[in-house]
């Protein structure tokens, strides 16, 4: 099978991330963005992990917000209870819909986090502090594929921090030095959107990372602009989807895209990824397994 083919533009959602300090106004701006893409607040899931403080923008006339689904996550801030709200609320709101997760800041530092997972691990015989960073960094890596893969758009707030770096002074010792404010999650954890805005104080956006044409854009985020992006991420094909896990089908290294739908759709009157169709083979097989007799 060849492993290339000619790229074309194909349809896709939106994986943004909001960035800023407390009141920089990051579940509003995405509350916003979010209605851009829908025009329909009943299409908007939030997973609110500040203490219930999104339910302050429902049905606010002042702020021309309407009712969203809301849902409220507190600790412990696991992995794997992101992963659960955000796979419940994509169902709710179909492809879509916007995902909101306010704040993924959690997820790393807070109870249950990544942070506490690590901490956990090193306790363990035969682990070590570095050792440990293994374990957590799987975590990690599991929890942003599950959020990223939704199959529907996707807003991600964080939280700010002071970043600093050791650097030698014109005395030849060390000293740290401001480098600016950097997002409260692991290190890098931007390369993973498409999307990344800084929001500051005064509620001003700006572009840190950016596949669209907001390069080198600033301002203040809107409705219009989430609009905007939409029509902008409707462009090209669509790419097919597996109906179970709402996952794009990839080809594997034996098999083409559409041979894996053909396959899919002949078993089982569906069109499924190959993982998919996997896991119904593997349960088929267990269950048969199980209802053979045993011989003497």
């Known amino acids: 099978m060849a492993l290339f083919e000619k790229a074309t533009r194909a349809k896709s959602k939106a994986r943004i991330a909001l960035i800023g300090a407390s009141g920089s106004g990051k579940t509003l701006s995405a509350l916003y963005l979010a209605y851009g893409f829908t025009g329909d607040w009943g299409k908007i899931a939030l997973i609110d992990t500040e203490h219930e403080r999104g339910r302050f923008y429902a049905n606010r006339e002042d702020l021309a917000t309407g009712e969203f689904l809301y849902a409220a996550l507190s600790a412990p801030y696991s992995a794997e209870r992101y992963i659960q709200y955000v796979t419940e609320a994509a169902k709710l709101i179909g492809e879509d819909g916007v995902v909101i997760v306010d704040s993924f800041s959690h997820a790393w530092?807070?109870?249950?986090?990544?942070?506490?997972?690590?901490?956990?691990?090193?306790?363990?015989?035969?682990?070590?502090?570095?050792?440990?960073?293994?374990?957590?960094?799987?975590?990690?890596?599991?929890?942003?594929?599950?959020?990223?893969?939704?199959?529907?758009?996707?807003?991600?707030?964080?939280?700010?921090?002071?970043?600093?770096?050791?650097?030698?002074?014109?005395?030849?010792?060390?000293?740290?030095?401001?480098?600016?404010?950097?997002?409260?999650?692991?290190?890098?954890?931007?390369?993973?959107?498409?999307?990344?805005?800084?929001?500051?104080?005064?509620?001003?956006?700006?572009?840190?990372?950016?596949?669209?044409?907001?390069?080198?854009?600033?301002?203040?985020?809107?409705?219009?602009?989430?609009?905007?992006?939409?029509?902008?991420?409707?462009?090209?094909?669509?790419?097919?989807?597996?109906?179970?896990?709402?996952?794009?089908i990839t080809p594997t290294q034996r098999k083409t895209v559409e041979q894996i739908i053909e396959g899919g759709e002949k078993l089982y009157g569906q069109r499924l990824c190959a993982a998919c169709i996997a896991a119904r083979v593997r349960a088929e097989r267990a269950k048969n397994e199980q209802a053979a007799p045993v011989s003497e």
């Open 109 to 248: 530092d807070n109870e249950g986090g990544v942070l506490d997972f690590k901490s956990e691990v090193e306790k363990r015989p035969g682990k070590t502090s570095y050792s440990a960073w293994d374990d957590a960094g799987k975590v990690q890596n599991r929890l942003v594929n599950a959020i990223l893969s939704a199959p529907c758009h996707t807003i991600l707030t964080m939280r700010t921090k002071m970043a600093y770096a050791m650097e030698e002074n014109e005395r030849g010792k060390m000293q740290p030095v401001k480098l600016g404010l950097a997002p409260v999650q692991r290190e890098n954890t931007e390369y993973e959107f498409d999307i990344c805005l800084l929001i500051d104080r005064t509620h001003r956006a700006t572009v840190s990372k950016d596949t669209t044409f907001l390069d080198g854009w600033s301002g203040v985020i809107t409705s219009e602009l989430g609009a905007q992006l939409r029509d902008f991420l409707s462009e090209g094909a669509d790419l097919p989807r597996c109906t179970e896990c709402g996952k794009v």
